[in-house]
């Protein structure tokens, strides 16, 4: 079983940037697609981003489309988000997720953290 912690969510003003991290344990998520989803107040589950195993492989919301980064670095087992231009739709909780094993695509995240909050001031 794997175990996600996500961390550097907090408060920034619209237009700044944040970078999210996600730690994994339990077991080695290398061979694992990982990706990003957020939810906000109200609204539905929205997936954010996803990176394949290697690294090699990235793919986006169309909301978030040139200003977020999904990056990982599987020697320290984490993954990372990095968020710029944020703007005030960006507001949510922000989850980490790992894929089932060859999956790829939002819905097989299946594995998620504890979620950060990242609220974003106008």
């Known amino acids: 079983q794997v175990y996600l912690v996500e961390s550097g969510g907090g408060l920034v003003q619209a237009g700044g940037s944040l970078r999210l991290s996600c730690a994994a344990s339990?077991?080695?998520?290398?061979?694992?697609?990982m990706g990003w989803l957020r939810q906000a107040p109200g609204k539905e589950r929205e997936f954010v981003a996803l990176?394949?195993?290697?690294?090699?492989?990235?793919n986006y919301g169309d909301s978030v489309k040139g200003r977020f980064t999904i990056s990982r670095d599987n020697a320290k087992d984490t993954v990372y988000l990095q968020m710029n231009s944020l703007q005030l739709s960006d507001t949510a909780v922000y989850y980490c997720?790992?894929?089932?094993?060859?999956?790829?695509?939002?819905?097989?995240?299946?594995?998620w953290g504890q979620g950060t909050q990242v609220t974003v001031s106008s």
């Open positions: 997720a790992a894929a089932t094993k060859g999956g790829w695509g939002p819905d097989d995240l299946v594995s």
């Open positions: 339990g077991r080695s998520v290398s061979s694992y697609a």
């Open positions: 990176i394949s195993g290697d690294g090699g492989r990235t």
